[in-house]
Nanobody, 122 residues
Framework: QVLESGGASVQSGESLTISCTMY????????LAWFRQAPGQGREEIVD?????????RSSVKGRFTASQKDVGGSLTFSLQMHPTRPDDTATYFC????????????????WGKGIQVTISE
């Protein structure tokens, strides 16, 4: 189960951190990813991170967003720090995980969260 949290409405330029937690997560090899879908647009991958801390960022968020992961007692939390935010960051954000692989992609993720709303106003 992938549980997202932290969705909110903030002003442009402010910071926001969203997270997702996967309980009893024991996969030795995996890829974590954040996707987002803006109104009327398709879902896009914006960042991914594997268990070796190898990361990839979409150019539109590179330098503004930072992904991190933390394992506490078998629960893995994957966080995304967003700063500075912009109105075009407004979207529903989805966390997803692939196990037994270092690869992520919109068409092959094993587990998805339900999505959380992030709204950035002018």
């Amino acid at each position: 189960q992938v549980l997202e949290s932290g969705g909110a409405s903030v002003q442009s330029g402010e910071s926001l951190t969203i997270s997702c937690t996967m309980y009893e997560f024991t996969a030795p090899k995996y890829c974590l990813a954040w996707f987002r879908q803006a109104p009327g647009q398709g879902r896009e991958e914006i960042v991914d991170l594997d268990n070796n801390e190898i990361s990839w960022y979409r150019s539109s968020v590179k330098g503004r967003f930072t992904a991190s992961q933390k394992d506490v007692g078998g629960s893995l939390t994957f966080s995304l720090q967003m700063h500075p935010t912009r109105p075009d960051d407004t979207a529903t954000y989805f966390c997803a995980v692939n196990v037994d692989t270092y690869f992520c992609g919109a068409t092959n993720m094993d587990y998805w969260g339900k999505g959380i709303q992030v709204t950035i106003s002018e």
